[in-house]
């Protein structure tokens, strides 16, 4: 695997926790548009909301499949990279990837934290990026 590979593949938990959070406020505006002033007030659900309620019951229970999906291949995804910095012999490239690639820290955020100067931040990844192998 080449750096720019393990550098996408490292990338990659990350978006799928932006995914879920996308799905999931999809999944509130979807759970507060379906509130229906008429039935909360009067109690009386008429035929007609009886099908958009089982639509509505449907799309939900699509959406959140779809949301539980996600986190299992984000657990997956962490697995995998998890291993791979672990098996990383030296602690502070290991630190620096669970900065920047686990919790998705900017370069600057990085670098404070570890209280190195940019350009050593870099050259710690370069070396990190070499060190760590991930399981096919």
């Known amino acids: 695997m080449t750096q720019q590979e393990k550098k996408e593949f490292l990338r990659e938990y990350v978006h799928l926790k932006?995914?879920?959070?996308e799905l999931e406020e999809e999944l509130l505006e979807l759970r507060i548009g379906k509130i229906n002033p008429h039935s909360v007030i009067t109690g009386v659900v008429s035929?007609?909301?009886k099908k958009d309620t089982s639509d509505y019951i449907a799309a939900v229970e699509v959406l959140e499949n779809k949301i539980?999906?996600?986190?299992?291949?984000?657990?997956?995804?962490y697995m995998e990279i998890h291993d791979g910095i672990i098996a990383i012999n030296i602690e502070r490239e290991q630190r620096l990837l669970r900065l920047?690639?686990?919790?998705?820290?900017?370069?600057?955020?990085?670098?404070?934290?570890m209280s190195y100067s940019a350009s050593e931040i870099y050259k710690i990844h370069?070396?990190?990026?070499?060190?760590?192998?991930?399981?096919?």
């Open 47 to 49: 035929s007609e909301n």
């Open 18 to 21: 932006e995914g879920i959070k």
């Open 68 to 77: 539980l999906r996600q986190k299992y291949r984000k657990i997956k995804k």
């Open 100 to 113: 920047k690639y686990i919790k998705n820290m900017s370069w600057e955020d990085v670098a404070k934290q």
């Open 126 to 136: 370069s070396d990190a990026l070499i060190h760590i192998e991930f399981k096919k």
